[in-house]
């Protein structure tokens, strides 16, 4: 693996880039460089958009059951394959080995099966007369080639999650996973390329400039993206400029809402879970706690159990660890940043510094004392960092969870049922969970508003979001 350089997917096959620059690949338990990847030149993203739009004029028009077959096939090597995509993406990230193929290949293959049932029940308002003379009905219609740019805290997981939609719906994809963790992604085409027609999907790679040009080229009729509100500002901006369809799966600051009448126990078990699976680099991470003023000391002190006793962090093959490294050096030096700067009011209570000198790896952290507008309450951190604020009132808490930029995930820990349901109703998020917090299922919409972005990942609304409508109206005569 060490002297491995990546290649590109297109059109079915496995090709060398001639690419003048490529990126190390670094293991972020090490720090070792594993491997190298092209950054593509526009000759071969070009390449890709042409083999994606030839392989559209087929594959546009394939029945829903050659599409449904097709991803079920997918779905059926992808599993055969579980334990090697598992050691890829264990190899990029530094996950935990043990659980990988549980926690997320397992997922992939569920996610790929479901949208595979997607492709055969399609809604639509039913034909008639809706004027007088004339007959309409409506067509659900596939949009056309999709340029697709996934991040690296899940790298396979992201991947599905955009293409397994779009490829349903009967379009054809470009696809660059992140220039720090492209194993999986490009094994996925790889093996992709056996199953579906060539140009289908089309594994391009690259730095951020690449994703850049990809996004930016002419041929897409939509881009999509999971990854910072920066980048998806600077994907609107430029897809705006063409009129291209956008989905964009952004950061989040989801606030867990603690009543004094939840378990506290119960409430550190679910959220040290949430807050430091996978390191806390996800979007919907529970990264703010806050707590009825009345158990506030209770609840940090049992988080603060929780946290020693379970959040522990260790390279992928070690024991009895929660989460592994960071992602990258970048990363670290981003977590690392922000807990430097907490305000002189801030009390670090668990944590707080990185552990080791080699490897990207923090420990588990909680902060009580933080003010609404700290930089740690306000910004998305995607690290292993939990922030701890008190309420006094219903209104007060809700002020606090919904005064941010982003709008994803939430959750309200309490045994009160219509509080329960009014807080679902106000708390201004994509998702409200209750009494929990992270889990998915395929069949329920994943996405969220304002600084979140748009669009729906997952579920039959996640599915729509790659397609159009046509309305064709015939005369009676």
């Not at 991470?285 to 003023?293: D, M, P, S, Y």
């Not at 933080?370 to 006094?392: K, M, W």
């Amino acid at each position: 693996m060490s002297a491995r350089v990546l290649r590109n997917v297109i059109a079915g096959e496995s090709v060398e880039s001639s690419a003048d620059e490529h990126l190390d690949l670094i293991d972020p338990v090490t720090e070792e460089v594993y491997g190298q990847s092209p950054v593509s030149t526009s000759a071969e993203i070009d390449a890709a958009y042409a083999a994606a739009n030839e392989a559209f004029r087929g594959w546009g028009r394939a029945t829903p059951a050659v599409r449904q077959l097709a991803l079920f096939r997918l779905a059926d090597a992808l599993e055969a394959h579980a334990e090697e995509f598992a050691d890829l993406e264990s190899l990029d990230t530094g996950k935990p080995r043990a659980t990988l193929v549980a926690d997320e290949i397992d997922q992939s293959v569920d996610q790929l099966r479901f949208f595979a049932g997607a492709a055969r029940d399609l809604d639509g308002r039913s034909a008639g007369e809706y004027l007088e003379g004339h007959t309409s009905f409506v067509r659900r219609e596939p949009i056309g080639v999709i340029g697709q740019v996934t991040p690296w805290n899940y790298p396979l997981n992201m991947a599905i999650w955009k293409i397994a939609p779009a490829i349903a719906a009967g379009n054809t994809v470009v696809l660059k996973p992140s220039d720090t963790t492209p194993l999986s992604t490009v094994r996925l085409g790889e093996l992709a390329a056996g199953i579906l027609p060539p140009g289908v999907l089309n594994v391009v790679l690259g730095d951020r400039s690449t994703g850049a040009a990809l996004l930016q080229h002419p041929t897409p009729q939509m881009v999509a993206i999971t990854g910072s509100v920066r980048a998806g500002m600077e994907v609107a901006k430029a897809a705006a400029s063409d009129l291209k369809r956008v989905h964009l799966e952004l950061g989040g600051k989801a606030p867990a809402i603690v009543f004094p009448d939840a378990d506290p126990v119960a409430v550190a078990e679910g959220l040290v879970l949430a807050a430091y699976f996978n390191a806390g680099q996800d979007c919907t991470a529970a990264t703010r706690v806050i707590v009825h003023e009345s158990v506030h000391d209770e609840v940090v002190a049992a988080l603060v159990e929780r946290a020693r006793t379970h959040g522990r962090t260790g390279g992928p093959r070690e024991e009895g660890i929660l989460y592994g490294p960071l992602n990258n050096a970048h990363q670290l030096e981003r977590v690392s940043g922000i807990v430097d700067r907490l305000p002189d009011h801030a009390t670090i209570v668990a944590g707080g510094r990185r552990q080791g000198d080699v490897g990207y790896f923090y420990e588990a952290t909680i902060v009580t004392g933080l003010r609404q507008d700290d930089e740690a309450v306000q910004e998305e951190i995607f690290g292993p960092v939990l922030t701890v604020q008190s309420f006094s009132t219903e209104e007060e808490a809700l002020a606090l969870a919904n005064g941010v930029r982003y709008a994803l995930a939430s959750s309200v820990w309490t045994s009160d049922h219509a509080r329960a349901m009014r807080f679902s109703r106000d708390l201004d998020f994509g998702c409200v969970w209750i009494n929990t917090h992270i889990p998915f299922v395929s069949d329920m919409p994943h996405g969220g508003f304002r600084h979140s972005g748009y669009g729906k990942d997952l579920s039959h609304y996640g599915f729509e979001d790659y397609t159009r409508l046509k309305h064709v109206m015939s005369f009676l005569g």
